[in-house]
């Protein structure tokens, strides 16, 4: 399913659903942050997703990372609340969702980065290479909090 995503456009679609997602930034032992570059835009991003029934937010951003990325992490902190009214995402089979995303800090435990499904890519970037990479702003945002210290960020 292709997606189309709006960042502060006037021209954005009027949401017709709100959904809770969840994300988890993984770090390596030198700090690399955990990426996945998404089939459905081709920018990088964390990994994440929507929340299913039974699961806690934090249950959710773990089993989106392993699913997402090959790479089971284990949380070790709270990043924040993102909840921009003005990041759209239209999807072709006509949802047009606002979401809020709870992003949790996390560390590799198992597992190699793999491609998949949801995902053509997936690495370990250095901070320092992160300008070299089409990361949504929304992402941006989220990962510049986090190098930063800027949390946990309640918006």
Request: aromatic share 10%.
């Amino acid at each position: 399913m292709g997606r189309i995503e709006y960042f502060y456009d006037p021209q954005a679609p009027k949401p017709n659903s709100l959904v809770v997602a969840c994300n988890l930034l993984v770090t390596d032992d030198s700090g690399a942050i955990l990426l996945q570059r998404r089939r459905d835009t081709g920018q990088w991003a964390l990994p994440g997703g929507a929340m299913e029934f039974g699961e806690t937010a934090a249950q959710c951003a773990v089993r989106e990372c392993n699913e997402e990325t090959g790479i089971t992490a284990e949380i070790t902190g709270f990043l924040g609340v993102y909840s921009n009214p003005n990041h759209i995402v239209a999807y072709t089979d006509g949802e047009i969702r606002q979401q809020y995303e709870n992003t949790y800090i996390g560390l590799p435990v198992t597992g190699e980065p793999t491609i998949n499904d949801e995902a053509d890519g997936v690495a370990f970037v250095n901070p320092e290479e992160l300008d070299h990479y089409d990361i949504h702003p929304s992402m941006r945002q989220q990962i510049g909090d986090y190098l930063s210290g800027n949390y946990p960020y309640l918006g």
